[in-house]
């Protein structure tokens, strides 16, 4: 998460040189109903949520998640005191929405944050195939394929748009009180705790893909390091040969006559002659 946005302003009680991170995944996943609603001309259903990478209970130290929706809907500003934190809704658009985390320890600011609420694949055309069950085939769970953030998956047989970031929440130098709550969590759920992106993954592919591009990057600037020095080595052979060009034209000019002497300007500019 952007730097400064918890800051260890107040001087009482803050544990000094502890950081404690806490991985996040936020984002949202929609479906499409399939046609227009009449009604009111909604198109999707949507759910747009905050949740802790790792399994573990936000509640100890989150007291409550604020998400502000667009305007057209009714009471836009959301507020969820537990988890899950989340909201669904139906709707027809795509919008930024404002998530705002307050947390059980007053002295720690609320941390602000954006998403943009995603329902249409990337473009026509280059949207993600389907991959059923690619990484578990045979099974029925979820099977995504990722193409940046957006993921698309199959999800109760409707095909579903998965935006989801990981990002980290980093509490330097917390207070006492609230130091206790982020190192007491408890489990969210006993059972297997699994996210639909492969953050790994997605990692390790985002880290070749930087790689790629330094070697790509290095091997360019190689390439114009070469042309430059190419470049220069033809400026001075040019500047050689201007030389010994304006040395023989002045061997040639004074043993013929001296009338070019006093014009040492322009090569040919013979400006208002008569
Ligand atoms: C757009 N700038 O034009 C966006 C706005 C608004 C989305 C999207 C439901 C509204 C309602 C809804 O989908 N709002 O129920 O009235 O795409």
Do not use: C
């Given at each position: 998460?952007?730097?400064?946005?918890?800051?260890?302003g107040e001087a009482a009680g803050r544990v000094k040189g502890v950081c404690v991170v806490k991985p996040i995944i936020y984002g949202n996943i929609s479906q499409h109903f399939g046609k227009k609603r009449?009604?009111?001309g909604h198109t999707h259903d949507?759910?747009?949520?905050?949740k802790p990478y790792e399994?573990?209970?936000?509640?100890?130290y989150v007291k409550k998640v604020q998400f502000r929706l667009h305007e057209?809907?009714?009471?836009?500003?959301?507020?969820?005191?537990?988890?899950p934190y989340?909201?669904?809704e139906t709707g027809w658009g795509e919008?930024?929405?404002?998530?705002?985390?307050?947390?059980?320890?007053?002295?720690e600011k609320p941390l602000t944050f954006y998403h943009v609420l995603k329902l249409f694949h990337n473009a026509p055309g280059t949207a993600a195939p389907v991959v059923p069950g690619a990484p578990n085939a045979g099974s029925s769970a979820p099977s995504p394929v990722d193409v940046g953030t957006t993921t698309t998956a199959v999800i109760q047989g409707r095909k579903s748009v998965i935006s989801e970031v990981y990002d980290e929440v980093i509490f330097q130098d917390p207070t006492q009180y609230m130091y206790t709550l982020l190192t007491t969590t408890r489990k969210l759920t006993l059972s297997a705790y699994k996210h639909e992106t492969n953050v790994e993954e997605r990692?390790?592919?985002?880290?070749?893909?930087?790689?790629?591009?330094?070697?790509?990057?290095?091997?360019?600037?190689?390439?114009f390091k070469d042309k430059l020095e190419l470049a220069k080595e033809t400026i001075t052979k040019f500047k050689a040969e201007i030389a010994r060009v304006q040395r023989e034209a002045n061997l040639g000019t004074d043993s013929n006559s001296q009338s070019n002497h006093h014009s040492p300007g322009l090569v040919g500019g013979v400006i208002g002659s008569s």
């Open positions: 998460m952007a730097d400064g946005q918890i800051s260890g009449e009604s009111d949507w759910t747009i949520y905050v399994n573990e209970d936000m509640s100890s057209s809907y009714p009471n836009a500003n959301r507020i969820v005191s537990k988890p989340e909201v669904s919008f930024e929405v404002q998530i705002k985390i307050h947390f059980n320890d007053l002295a990692r390790d592919r985002s880290l070749s893909k930087i790689k790629n591009g330094r070697i790509k990057v290095q091997a360019e600037i190689s390439d």
